[in-house]
């Protein structure tokens, strides 16, 4: 509550409110209210008490399914008495989604370091949705922008850990969540995935590292046998480039910044922070809480657009894949 995130909700309905699949704010309203006043924008609001309320005012202003917040609000100022709220707001978007009251969850950004404080006890987002989705679910995050897809086979854990856990198991597991969230949720009859190498140069026939041909070569390996449109391992150093990028729906990378860095390189304030493998849609905008401008009116929309945007896009794909 103390980032951007209310601020960019608000300014990005102010673009999207004749364009977009309606949606809905879970907050309190008097903060939202609080918000738009202190920051002098003109984005209308409206208590909804069921989300089928949404539909039919969002055209004229931003429905807001109002939840009472703990814990005092400044900007740029975390406060851990607000991180049960925090929680709670995101166990509501998935328990209404579950429902089928909402057709995906579009999350804002969480200041991580003050839930972990409160006992929060997942790594982070996307753990947390895994959990909240029931045993059968596998997250896997995807980030993606215009002409790219990524998918880092590790997330939110350190450099060395991610190497000593990269097994053909988990590049497989994670692949084929990849590919068929493609076909559902993407309407990609035949998806293509590119795997990348490790190592520099894809470890040069093992002169630079045997990761390649002990671990990469034998996953892709597995999922050729299995019929997927696999190739690889690919040297990250030419994997993204604007004339390989026409190549493949997305791009298997080994570790988070291999496959950060060229997204947020791309199209830094448009990215999308997508998790795959739930029962239920879920998408983000690729940026964190950015206290520093919090409050200063200088926050930009775009990456929350592009998120809003996805979202209904990957519903109506699903809804046609369960015809």
């Known amino acids: 509550p103390a980032g951007i995130g209310t601020e960019i909700t608000l300014t990005a309905w102010q673009s999207s409110h004749d364009t977009c699949t309606p949606y809905f704010l879970i907050d309190d309203f008097n903060r939202v209210?609080?918000?738009?006043?202190?920051?002098?924008?003109?984005?209308?609001?409206?208590?909804?008490?069921?989300p089928s309320e949404s539909v039919e005012v969002f055209n004229d202003s931003l429905p807001v399914l109002s939840r009472l917040r703990s814990g005092e609000t400044v900007f740029g100022q975390p406060n851990t008495q607000t991180a049960l709220s925090?929680?709670?707001?995101?166990?509501?978007?998935?328990?209404?989604?579950?429902?089928?009251?909402a057709s995906g969850v579009v999350t804002n950004p969480i200041q991580k370091s003050i839930l972990y404080k409160a006992g929060f006890e997942f790594p982070g987002h996307t753990e947390f949705l895994g959990a909240l989705g029931g045993g059968d679910s596998c997250p896997v995050m995807m980030l993606a922008c215009e002409g790219l897809r990524v998918v880092p086979i590790s997330v939110h854990v350190g450099l060395r850990q991610a190497l000593d856990e990269l097994s053909i198991d988990l590049i497989a597991k994670q692949s084929r969540v990849t590919w068929q969230a493609l076909r559902r949720d993407f309407s990609i009859d035949n998806p293509k995935l590119a795997i990348a190498g490790l190592n520099p140069h894809a470890g040069e026939d093992g002169a630079m590292g045997l990761e390649e041909s002990d671990i990469i070569l034998p996953a892709i390996e597995v999922l050729r046998a299995e019929g997927l449109d696999v190739s690889g391992p690919y040297p990250p150093d030419t994997l993204f480039t604007e004339r390989t990028r026409t190549r493949y729906d997305a791009a298997i990378c080994m570790y988070h910044d291999q496959a950060l860095i060229p997204i947020k390189t791309l199209d830094f304030d448009g990215g999308v922070n997508i998790t795959l493998g739930l029962p239920f849609i879920r998408t983000s905008p690729d940026h964190g809480t950015a206290l520093e401008i919090a409050g200063k009116g200088e926050a930009s929309p775009r990456s929350l657009l592009s998120?809003?945007?996805?979202?209904?896009?990957?519903?109506?794909c699903r809804a046609r894949s369960s015809e």
């Open 307 to 316: 998120a809003l945007r996805i979202a209904g896009e990957m519903a109506e």
């Open 33 to 50: 209210e609080k918000v738009r006043n202190d920051l002098n924008i003109d984005t209308p609001l409206c208590v909804i008490e069921t």
């Open 86 to 101: 925090v929680i709670s707001s995101i166990e509501t978007a998935v328990q209404l989604t579950l429902a089928g009251e």
